[in-house]
Every structure is written in C-alpha cells, then in structure tokens.
C-alpha cells in the first residue's frame, strides 16, 4: 500500500487474511503477489467502505467496480476473495456472463429480467459481479439475436439511476473493445456506473 495513504484498517493484515483465506479455497499455490498489492488494496478498500483510503484512491463508493486485466491475472479469484470482506448490505453474487448466456439460450428474455430487475419471482434487486465480460457470444433465442449482456447492463444502469444499484464486472477487455462488442451506450453508461481498477497489461498468466 502506497505509504501517503492513511486508514485506520491495517492493509497487510488484510492481505495475510485473504490470502489465507484463498488457499483454503483454491489450494496451497494461491499467493497474492507483491505487485498486485496496488490493486488488492484499492479493492479492499472499496470493499471495506474505507471512505477515507477510497477518497485518497479517488474511488466512489456509490459506484460499483470494474476490473480489467489480461487473461489469468487473476481478477475472478480475487473478486470472489472480496465477498468474504462485503458487509451485508452490500453483499453480491459472482456470475460468469458465459453461464448467463447459456442460461438465455434455455429461457429466453426473462433471463434479462433476472439479471437486471432481480430474482425471477422477486422485485428486490440484487448486486452482481459480472464474471468474464466478453466471453459470452451473441446468441439466438428463437433466430432473434441479442446481445444479452448489453441489454443487462443498460437495465442495470436505470436501476443504478432510480435505485442506487450496483454492478461489478471483470473483463479482459479495454474499453475501447467493450465499446466494439456492446456498443457507445454501454460504454457511456459503464463509465458513470464503476470505478475503473485495471492491471497492467503486462502483468503474466499467474494460471
């Protein structure tokens, strides 16, 4: 953690913490490097609601997070080490998109509604980390196409705006590609919903 950042929760331990808590989910090998330290702790403090540490990061708390980073970084892992650290308010389900559109090949147009009003038969909204976003296809329910996870997310949004809902996605992808596989208005919505959190491009397959 960068030295100027003041908080009152002790970073490290929080770490040694996770990553305990990683091998007893992922096995012995789990290790939080070193230089992905930056980007665990702006997540723990998101995660945390550190308001202070989250204004020194220049994170909104209102907004949800978006990860980025090559393949095998390890962003699914870490996002589902976050849950462990969620108050429960503020709990959320981590959902591949792939699963999401399988799930919309069998059920069709409600599984929009799922996804983005909430449960099938339920009005409560629900927090989701979108897994993966990109990896999904266009898919075909009945020879119409539709590009599930664009039209999950612009719900999303309306609901970000009338109810304060929150979104977390992971993706490979940059922006510039999210713009290409879901067009302008996902990209613009995307950006008043999440904090940006990105790895380095160059950061290795750790799979």
């Known amino acids: ?34 230089t992905d330290h930056p980007i665990v702790c702006k997540l723990i403090a998101y995660f945390l609601k550190d308001e202070q540490t989250c204004f020194q990061y220049n994170i909104n708390l209102n907004k949800g997070i978006l990860l980025t980073g090559p393949i095998g ?28 559109s399988f799930e919309f090949i069998q059920d069709g147009y409600q599984i929009i509604h799922k996804y983005s009003i909430g449960k099938l038969y339920q009005s409560e909204p629900r927090t989701y980390c979108f897994d993966d976003l990109g990896t999904e296809n266009n898919l075909k329910y009945f020879g119409n196409e539709c590009n599930v996870m664009a039209e999950i997310l612009l719900s999303r949004y309306d609901l970000f705006i009338s109810k304060k809902l929150q979104t977390h996605i992971t993706t490979n992808l940059s922006a510039t590609e999210i713009e290409k596989h879901y067009g302008n208005r996902v990209r613009s919505r995307l950006r008043e919903m999440v904090n940006l959190i990105a790895y380095d491009k160059t950061t290795p397959d750790k799979r």
């Open 73 to 100: 970084c390890g962003k699914t892992s870490l996002m589902n080490l976050m849950k462990y650290l969620t108050p429960t308010e503020h709990k959320f389900s981590v959902k591949p998109c792939r699963d999401i």
């Open 1 to 34: 953690m960068n030295e100027n950042i003041k908080s009152h929760y002790s970073y490290p331990e929080v770490i040694n913490w996770l990553e305990q808590k990683g091998i007893e989910i992922y096995g012995n090998h789990f290790k939080i490097l070193e």
